[in-house]
């Protein structure tokens, strides 16, 4: 099977069902409403940035991630992954094709999610100076397409290695909303520990967040290192992932 046909098969599994569509809509909503109310509740112009107009981000990026992890994970519930194997007997293709499929509709989700969070924060606070004026404006509301990519991989590895739905899930929203925060607590190495973790690396490529000011941490890396960390470990799991479906049965 070729690749075009591959990468033709995995669209249609993912975009023929109502799952992904209902997490598209459900990360941008919630990153609309949740930008108006931080916008609404905000004093002062000055204290609006392109930057914090992203500051719902991380939520869309974890309904992405579940969009992700259902995608590979539900095929060998349904025995699609079994069908697929048999018709791709070397399997890395057809994952890889899997992977770039949803990863690209990760990454549309990201786009919007990113103009439509720096939309609304315009439209609520007109009078805040919050244009696309340099790159770094650019890279915080285009650059979510980046992040939101290399979520949806994350989580395509995160479902092949665990299989069950209900373990990735259970893992990766213990991961995302509890551990992470929980680290910073800590005493003594929490921040340092923290300024390391995937999520919160994730979210330092639109600039620094409302965690970096209150906690007055000073991050060891830049936006790009941040993205690059982020996506090392992304690519990782993937691959890891990737590696292990190989030899093991479906």
């Not at 994970?73 to 293709?93: C, D, H, I, Y």
């Not at 069950?164 to 990766?172: D, R």
Request: net charge positive.
């Amino acid at each position: 099977m070729s690749t075009a046909n591959l990468i033709r098969a995995e669209r249609i599994k993912l975009l023929s069902t109502r799952a992904p569509w209902w997490c598209a809509a459900i990360a941008v909503v919630l990153a609309i409403g949740y930008t108006a109310l931080f916008f609404g509740l905000v004093p002062l112009e000055g204290q609006a940035t392109v930057a914090s107009t992203q500051t719902a981000s991380n939520l869309g990026r974890t309904v992405v991630l579940v969009l992700a992890i259902l995608a590979a994970a539900t095929e060998f519930n349904w025995g699609t992954m079994k069908l697929t194997f048999q018709a791709v007997p070397s399997r890395v293709p057809a994952l890889v094709a899997k992977g770039v499929v949803v990863g690209v509709f990760s990454g549309l989700i990201g786009l919007l999610v990113g103009f439509c969070s720096w939309g609304i924060a315009y439209l609520v606070k007109p009078a805040a100076d919050l244009g696309l004026h340099s790159g770094a404006d650019w890279r915080a509301v285009a650059g979510q397409g980046l992040t939101f990519l290399l979520t949806g991989l994350l989580g395509v590895g995160l479902g092949l290695l665990f299989r069950s739905p209900a373990f990735a899930l259970g893992f990766a929203l213990a991961w995302t909303q509890v551990i992470e925060g929980l680290v910073i607590l800590i005493p003594r190495v929490g921040d340092d520990i923290y300024q390391w973790m995937p999520f919160f690396a994730a979210n330092q490529f639109s600039g620094p967040d409302l965690t970096v000011s209150m906690l007055k941490l000073d991050p060891p890396l830049g936006p790009w290192g941040y993205l690059a960390y982020f996506g090392g470990i992304c690519v990782i799991v993937y691959a890891i992932a990737l590696m292990i479906t190989h030899r093991r049965d479906a």
